[in-house]
């Protein structure tokens, strides 16, 4: 039985080739701190960075100095920079320590430069943090945490002073790339927009790409990209999968999961082993010695087994009510379609993670 198709726009099925986000990295201080940073006595880089910060404040450090700082902390932070981001544009960044700070919780984050992959600056970063959780200790050790308190967001914490140039506005022709590759979609995805846009405007590139010829002006090419995001096409079926996690005993069963002909019976086979020792006492004045003599019992118990048989084109419903019945659980039904899958009765991939 064939799967109804449903229409999908094609900004859920593809994204424009070159227009991503860039990760942004830097190294930076969190100050203000109540006790909880770094030891600075196991952390040498906070002490460095320190020194290095006065430094430039005009503030000299002796050399054979080791400030004690309990309220600083080194960090480590990440942002994402998205596509066509102008300079004065803010972002969110994350913030890690990377030292033995306890808790970043109530830290302010002085002005850190935020790099690309090229090493360039993309934004600055800087301002106060919001920690999800919260800690406390008593006096005695004993102590209770809630989420991790080294890990915080700043919001809207950097400003933007560098734009990625993208490749949106140049040259005659822009490729859509498939979010999950597929000959079938992309060959659906460039005929319907041959349909709306007219013939040859579309050609499908491989299983991932579709080019299509665009106006050259930038405000033309937005206008025409727009246009061509709310075109609705008919997606691929799905490829039929089995995902099996054998750590959690969690499966996942695709929609469009068939099999074919076949009688599957499973069950549980318990061997018990019990050893008993027993203590031989030899009479008074008899001269003998007390010995353990050993004793033991082997029992065998088999539940009863589960018979399943599934017809030609069986579907998922019926499979999952045909082991539910029966009370099967999740390691049974793992053992079931694994015993499908070497006979060659199981019509899906099976995945286990």
Not at 22 to 33: A, C, E, K, S
Not at 226 to 241: G, I, K, M, Q, T
Not at 248 to 277: D, F, W
Request: positive net charge.
């Amino acid at each position: 039985m064939s799967v109804p198709a449903q229409a999908e726009k094609v900004r859920n099925l593809a994204s424009i080739a070159g227009v991503r986000s860039n990760q942004l990295v830097g190294y930076g201080l969190v100050v203000g701190l109540d006790g909880t940073g770094d030891q600075t006595s196991q952390t040498p880089f906070t002490i460095q960075s320190i020194k290095n910060m006065l430094l430039q404040f005009g503030v000299s450090v002796p050399a054979d100095t080791n400030p004690q700082l309990k309220n600083v902390a080194a960090v480590m932070v990440s942002a994402s920079l998205p596509p066509f981001s102008k300079p004065g544009q803010h972002i969110d960044v994350t913030v890690s320590s990377i030292g033995n700070a306890k808790s970043l919780r109530g830290g302010t984050l002085l002005m850190t430069p935020l790099r690309g992959a090229n090493g360039q600056v993309y934004a600055l970063a800087q301002g106060n943090m919001v920690v999800g959780g919260y800690g406390a200790q008593g006096a005695s050790g004993s102590s209770t945490q809630v989420n991790t308190l080294t890990v915080g967001l700043i919001p809207n914490g950097a400003s933007v002073e560098r734009s990625v140039p993208t490749p949106f506005d140049h040259g005659q022709y822009i490729t859509l790339d498939l979010n999950t590759p597929s000959f079938t979609t992309a060959a659906r995805m460039a005929r319907a927009i041959n349909q709306a846009a007219g013939p040859n405007t579309a050609e499908p590139m491989d299983a991932t790409s579709v080019r299509v010829t665009a106006p050259a002006k930038a405000g033309q090419r937005v206008a025409f990209v727009s246009f061509l995001e709310n075109l609705e096409v008919n997606p691929a079926a799905p490829r039929a999968r089995v995902v099996v996690n054998a750590r959690t005993g969690t499966v996942i069963i695709g929609s469009n999961v068939r099999v074919l002909p076949a009688a599957v019976a499973h069950g549980n086979l318990t061997v018990t082993i019990s050893e008993n020792p027993q203590v031989s006492q030899p009479s008074a004045l008899s001269g003998g010695q007390t010995t353990v003599t050993p004793s033991s019992s082997v029992s065998a118990k088999q539940q009863k087994a589960h018979a399943f048989v599934f017809k030609p084109g069986t579907s998922l419903d019926s499979i999952v009510r045909a082991i539910n019945q029966v009370g099967a659980t999740p390691d049974d039904l793992i053992a079931i379609l694994e015993a499908l899958k070497k006979a060659g009765a199981l019509k899906a991939q099976l995945v286990v993670i």
